[in-house]
């Protein structure tokens, strides 16, 4: 086929495209209502992550790559539309989706993602390395969420590429100090001893130093978790001090940012 051909071909298929794309966006728009009139967010993991998933099992392998970026390109680009739709702020959908590591994907937190939060907070072995008291009850996981994703926060649900769930992320701005970032982790026990501490921990400076054009990143991990410490120390992270909580000695580490 020659040059022109391919190119009329192309024109075709991008009219095609534009025609379904509306089509597609006309139907967000009556999501965004039934959203409305039942009191939901509209941001919703388990449903993107079901859509992502298709979209591997039926991508052809040289492409499933590019379709799975096309298809998280129009999600977010629902997403801002059903905000906009809505009247809600730019922080409805202008949070980063669609972030993959090499073994994992993240999308940002919301209340739907309350159970699973609470089946980390509420778990003793999960429990043992935060700084707070084991939840009892899921209205404190919720208050955990809209703490994180309040203020100009970055927060996660992060899954595996199959859709599996690992655990919830966060990068909070210090309040006391300007420039500081505060990064929260909290995994699965089934996905311990796996790396994702380090993967995660990687993409938190990228993101604080990227995205939120911080100068320093800090976490504070209790003494007891060793994974965590030594997670930090090989991503660059220097242990700065430690202090008493009520629940035990917490190290806090830091690292600083630079600008490329």
Not at 4 to 15: F, M, V
Request: with cysteine; glycine share 6%.
């Amino acid at each position: 086929m020659e040059l022109s051909q391919i190119r009329r071909r192309i024109d075709e298929l991008n009219g095609e495209l534009l025609r379904l794309f509306e089509e597609r966006m006309a139907l967000c728009a009556q999501v965004a209502e039934e959203k409305k009139k039942n009191g939901m967010e509209v941001f919703a993991p388990v449903r993107e992550v079901e859509i992502l998933n298709q979209v591997r099992q039926k991508a052809s392998p040289e492409l499933v790559d590019y379709d799975v970026s096309f298809f998280n390109g129009l999600m977010s680009l629902s997403r801002q539309y059903q905000s906009q739709l809505l009247n809600l702020g730019p922080a409805s959908a202008g949070i980063p989706s669609g972030i993959r590591t090499e073994r994992l994907e993240l999308f940002p937190l919301d209340m739907q993602a309350a159970p699973a939060v609470y089946s980390l907070t509420s778990n003793p072995e999960v429990a043992r390395y935060m700084r707070f008291d084991t939840h009892t009850c899921p209205e404190q996981a919720e208050e955990l969420i809209r703490e994180w994703t309040s203020g100009g926060n970055l927060s996660y649900v992060i899954t595996q590429n199959d859709g599996k769930f690992v655990g919830v992320f966060g990068i909070q701005p210090d309040k006391e100090s300007p420039g500081v970032l505060n990064i929260s982790l909290f995994l699965s026990p089934d996905h311990w001893g796996q790396g994702y501490c380090g993967e995660i921990t990687e993409l938190a400076v990228k993101m604080a130093r990227d995205i939120l054009r911080g100068e320093l990143v800090r976490a504070y991990v209790r003494d007891a978790n060793i994974p965590s410490c030594k997670a930090l120390e090989k991503a660059g992270f220097t242990k700065s001090r430690e202090f008493t909580a009520e629940n035990g000695p917490v190290f806090v580490y830091e690292y600083r940012l630079e600008r490329q």
